[in-house]
């Protein structure tokens, strides 16, 4: 049966709810979330799909809550983590960061923008699509993905390595002040690691100074920044020392081991072994002897679990062409009248994982501008929270037509 899509049905649907929607959010921006510590906040989620007539809800080992309507045979997944970073200083916020105040048409709070309102907004949404009957021929999983602000798409390599879940696309949910992003740089995070020979810091001739060995390749890297790959939609490929670090058996000693950390961004077409590759030969041309190689999480989830994944997040696009964004477009034209912008994140997403390393196709839409996220004072316009409710409620029917 051909689903019959009213635009104006969806959109009044969703304002009906509009006090509910921002409940919601600020409920559970209220409850702190730290990577690894969201079980709260999960479980408060869980209840909200309860209550909103999902019709499947679970908890997967890492802590994830998947939430369904429909059991159509085309799957299509939402995606919003819930985990945010913390308050490093309280005093530069105007508000209680765990009050989610409502003031001027903003909703304010740690994870307002990064992302609980994308949350929230996708598990009323769920609701709409059941109570107007939007979800013929689909099955659409709402996922509050854990562990994201520690490491980027943890939560979906686990979810599709263990085939937990399988959609032929997910809509990621983070900030994009209601654009249709496409992509986002990859990133890596790599470790320089020099050695040299301890001795009394009275007679350092006796020893060879780690710290002195590894300073030529700080200005390697350095240069090495100047010279990686650019790409028209996605930017520029950049490499930036982001920690430096030494190993001494006292401070009246000569260090013995100095390392330093590279926050590295990749651009299309640049890969892990590419990326390890320049460092080495720029060393190598510096004459500097150095041990090269990607970190690993390995951090437990709230569930205990831990699932260790490689400090690589891959560089990924979506096809300007996709029929996915063609649905998209007709859905967002549909409820909010006017045609979206098309771009790309700054930032990382699970998109790294989901479409990164494991091929799913991802596009994401969400409230608010990610230029806030991680900010004093973090906030969100509440009509956007409501008009991507609306987006995503009109998005499966559409996407079904276009096949």
């Given at each position: 049966m051909a689903i019959m899509t009213d635009p104006a049905r969806i959109r009044k649907a969703v304002e009906s709810r509009r006090d509910q929607i921002i409940g919601f959010l600020r409920d559970i921006i209220a409850i702190p979330s730290p990577s690894g510590k969201e079980q709260a906040v999960i479980e408060r989620i869980a209840q909200e799909m309860r209550t909103a007539g999902f019709d499947e809800v679970r908890f997967d080992a890492l802590g994830n809550v998947l939430g369904r309507v429909g059991d159509g045979p085309r799957v299509m997944a939402f995606d919003a983590h819930v985990d945010t970073v913390g308050i490093s200083d309280p005093g530069a916020w105007d508000c209680d960061p765990y009050r989610g105040k409502v003031e001027g048409g903003m909703v304010f709070g740690r994870g307002a923008v990064d992302q609980k309102a994308g949350m929230a907004a996708m598990v009323h949404a769920g609701a709409v699509m059941k109570e107007l009957g939007l979800l013929d021929g689909v099955q659409v999983w709402m996922v509050g993905s854990v562990m994201e602000e520690d490491c980027d798409g943890l939560c979906w390599h686990h979810i599709l390595q263990e085939k937990t879940l399988r959609p032929e696309l997910v809509i990621s949910t983070e900030p994009t002040s209601?654009?249709?992003?496409?992509?986002?740089?990859?990133?890596?995070?790599?470790?320089?690691?020099?050695?040299?020979?301890?001795?009394?810091?009275?007679?350092?001739?006796?020893?060879?100074?780690?710290?002195?060995?590894?300073?030529?390749?700080?200005?390697?890297?350095?240069?090495?920044?100047?010279?990686?790959?650019?790409?028209?939609?996605?930017?520029?490929?950049?490499?930036?020392?982001?920690?430096?670090?030494?190993?001494?058996?006292?401070?009246?000693?000569?260090?013995?081991?100095?390392?330093?950390?590279i926050d590295r961004r990749l651009t299309v077409g640049e890969t892990r072994e590419s990326a390890l590759g320049e460092v080495e030969a720029a060393l190598s041309a510096a004459g500097i002897e150095a041990e090269v190689f990607t970190l690993t999480y390995e951090e437990k989830a709230w569930t205990g679990l831990v699932y260790p994944m490689d400090k690589y997040y891959p560089t990924w696009v979506l096809p300007p062409d996709h029929s996915s964004l063609a649905a998209a477009r007709k859905a967002y034209y549909g409820v909010l009248g006017r045609e979206p912008e098309t771009s790309r994140w700054n930032f990382s997403t699970n998109g790294v994982s989901i479409m990164g390393l494991h091929g799913v196709p991802c596009f994401g839409l969400g409230p608010g501008p990610e230029e806030v996220a991680h900010t004093a004072n973090e906030h969100v316009p509440a009509d956007q929270v409501i008009e991507a409710c609306a987006v995503y409620a009109a998005f499966p029917p559409e996407w079904v037509k276009i096949g």
């Open positions: 209601l654009r249709l992003n496409r992509g986002q740089r990859g990133r890596m995070e790599i470790r320089v690691r020099v050695k040299g020979k301890s001795c009394h810091g009275s007679m350092p001739h006796l020893g060879d100074n780690a710290i002195y060995k590894i300073a030529p390749a700080i200005t390697a890297i350095e240069q090495l920044n100047l010279q990686l790959a650019d790409d028209e939609f996605l930017g520029k490929g950049t490499c930036t020392i982001s920690w430096i670090g030494c190993r001494t058996p006292s401070l009246c000693a000569v260090p013995d081991e100095a390392e330093f950390h």
